[in-house]
């Protein structure tokens, strides 16, 4: 049973455009949201990450955005680039801090 | 910066027989964790660390994968006998404490059985 699912599978946006990227989840008992990039070849990176008490975070061009209610949270990322393409994957820490769940990512190309 | 370090990179073994990973974390690091991601998919959770205890090994599969860390340091994952279904990329990840969820990842071995 897949604890984190994440839409779409894979995304073709415009240099300069707006990449949206969302997940979801059922357990409540997750508290930690963290995004990470992976290049072709690489391990994950951590990108950008947010706990529930916070509707929105912002780092530079990437943008987490999420509802609490709803059990939704996602990645928007503006003015995309082509060194922006990789692939995204959202992930959820359970409160207990025991383990990290990934959604099934999401493969991003940016067309120059 | 301090990195992750995993060997190999790649391994070709064919079906039966035993292949295994080493994996040094991030100095400081107490909590080490292995990850098999399968082309296309995302990293799933076979085992976490603690130092030298095992947190979480309820995905590995103990039939035929092991893993240690012996001295709370490094740590290696093996599998014996390889089956065609064991092809992924093998992936450790470190942190310094376990509820953060910022782990740092190693490139991975991928590992192609045959």
């Known amino acids: 049973q897949q604890q984190v699912k994440q839409s779409p599978q894979s995304l073709i946006v415009q240099k300069g455009g707006i990449s949206i990227i969302n997940c979801a989840y059922e357990?409540?008992?997750?508290?930690?949201f963290p995004w990470y990039q992976q290049f072709p070849g690489k391990g994950p990176a951590l990108l950008i990450a947010?706990?529930?008490?916070?509707s929105e975070k912002k780092e530079g061009r990437f943008t987490i955005s999420f509802n609490k209610s709803a059990k939704q949270f996602s990645l928007h990322i503006m003015d995309s680039q082509p060194g922006d393409s990789a692939t995204y994957f959202c992930a959820a820490v359970d409160n207990a801090g025991n383990m990290l769940t990934f959604g099934g990512g999401t493969r991003l190309m940016v067309k120059p | 910066e301090a990195e992750v370090a995993q060997s190999p990179r790649y391994k070709i073994t064919e079906k039966s027989q035993a292949v295994a990973f080493w994996c040094d974390p991030i100095s400081g690091h107490a909590t080490l964790y292995w990850y098999r991601q399968i082309l296309g998919q995302g990293p799933e959770l076979l085992v976490q660390?603690?130092?030298?205890?095992?947190?979480?090994d309820s995905q590995l599969p103990k039939d035929r994968f092991s893993a240690e860390r012996l001295k709370g340091v490094d740590s290696t994952l093996k599998i014996q006998p390889a089956e065609l279904g064991d092809s992924a990329m093998y992936l450790c990840?470190?942190?310094?404490?376990?509820?953060?969820?910022?782990?740092?990842f190693g490139e991975g071995s991928r590992l192609t059985v045959l």
């Open positions: 660390f603690q130092d030298e205890s095992v947190v979480d």
């Open positions: 990840a470190s942190t310094r404490t376990a509820n953060t969820g910022e782990l740092f």
């Open positions: 357990n409540t008992a997750f508290d930690y």
């Open positions: 947010i706990r529930p008490d916070v």
